[in-house]
């Protein structure tokens, strides 16, 4: 396990269909996060898990935003009936919380473009 | 108001010159993570280097350090010796350590290239 993968890289998709992406952490961490990062911008937090329980979402993550992590492992982040504003890379972190101090790893990210 | 800012969208420097990247940071919590992430064009956040920001010294790993001056409220990165493969955007990032908060706040980025 080498590091986050994030499943596809690439999504173009019409507007108002439903997207999912999947994000595959490092296997020993407990902690995982979804940022969305639109063109020119850093990245915006969007959630959390720690294992399977989603602690935090952010005020960003509308109703149209699902995400999930069944068993603690993989995650899924599914927009449904995506607009055009929906068009960003999203990226997904996970850490292994130790005491106070811990990194994140973050994967390549999923670039979506709604058309 | 922004709680990172990096002031330099994009920054030219000599190949093996040194450079800095400046971040400033806004915030009340006294216990507080600092964070610079490395993003090529392939798109993946790679970490380079955190000072917390009870650490008494400056952060260092390999040829980069952070010049943390805390009173500023500064956590400006250095970049040693820059090579051509270190063209890229640059990302200073907080997280704020106060009860539940697990999120990175990150700055608006600067696009670095080296040139040859």
């Known amino acids: 396990d080498t590091g986050v993968s994030q499943d596809p890289r690439h999504k173009i998709t019409k507007r108002g269909q439903n997207v999912t992406f999947r994000c595959d952490p490092i296997s020993e961490h407990n902690r995982l996060y979804w940022y969305r990062q639109t063109l020119g911008q850093g990245p915006e937090f969007l959630t959390y898990f720690q294992n399977e329980a989603q602690l935090e979402k952010s005020r960003l993550l509308s109703d149209r935003f699902s995400a999930e992590r069944p068993k603690g492992s993989f995650s899924t982040l599914e927009i449904q009936r995506t607009e055009q504003g929906d068009s960003a890379m999203y990226l997904c972190?996970?850490?292994?919380?130790?005491?106070?101090?811990?990194?994140?790893?973050f994967g390549s990210g999923t670039r979506l473009t709604v058309v | 108001a922004q709680k990172i800012t990096q002031t330099q969208p994009g920054m030219f420097v000599q190949e093996k010159e040194a450079v800095t990247l400046d971040c400033t940071y806004d915030t009340s919590d006294p216990s507080y993570g600092l964070f610079w992430y490395k993003q090529p064009s392939s798109g993946e956040m790679i970490f380079l280097i955190y000072q917390g920001s009870y650490d008494q010294q400056n952060a260092t790993e390999g040829r980069y350090s952070l010049n943390f001056q805390k009173a500023r409220k500064s956590a400006n990165l250095v970049i040693s010796a820059s090579q051509l493969g270190d063209s890229a955007m640059y990302f200073c990032a907080m997280r704020e350590d106060n009860f539940g908060n697990e999120k990175l706040t990150f700055g608006t980025g600067t696009r670095l290239t080296i040139i040859p």
């Open positions: 972190a996970s850490s292994l919380v130790e005491g106070g101090n811990y990194g994140y790893t």
